[in-house]
């Protein structure tokens, strides 16, 4: 392959990577939502003991909930009112793929219309509801576990 058909290849490839992320994005009513590598590598340094999940049980109903939705589904009663649905914590897939900094960050920073919430929680807070929105997930994968254990 001659130098000039290698770089149309590649930019073949690069344009249906583009293109293959648009459309998952499109399909899952999302657009890519960027977070800096040094964000995703972030541990959480709070435990999700049974206090703290509680706590944070109280903050996910006062600033989550309307858009989330009480079980986390992304069906609060405020949902449809925005173009962007609000992220879905019981798919396990999507939860499983991110990393405790890249929920923290989406948290403190936000992106429209969803509000980052650096200035109106701690530290402490956001991670702590890191943790909770991880529970939704699990609970959402029990049930199938179960069932497909039965004969």
């Not at 948290?107 to 702590?128: A, H, I, N, S, Y």
Request: include cysteine.
């Amino acid at each position: 392959m001659t130098k000039p058909q290698r770089t149309l290849w590649r930019s073949g490839l690069l344009l249906a990577s583009s293109v293959a992320l648009a459309v998952w994005a499109g399909a899952h009513g999302k657009k890519p939502w960027p977070v800096p590598e040094e964000a995703k590598k972030l541990a959480n340094p709070y435990p999700a003991g049974e206090a703290a999940l509680k706590a944070a049980k109280g903050l996910y109903a006062e600033y989550c909930s309307q858009c989330h939705g009480d079980s986390g589904k992304g069906d609060g009663p405020e949902a449809a009112m925005y173009k962007t649905k609000p992220a879905d914590f019981t798919d396990a897939h999507m939860m499983s793929e991110m990393s405790d900094g890249e929920i923290y960050y989406k948290v403190t920073e936000g992106r429209r219309p969803m509000p980052g919430f650096k200035k109106t929680l701690t530290d402490e807070q956001r991670w702590m509801l890191v943790n909770y929105v991880k529970t939704f997930a699990t609970k959402a994968a029990v049930p199938a576990e179960k069932s497909s254990h039965k004969h």
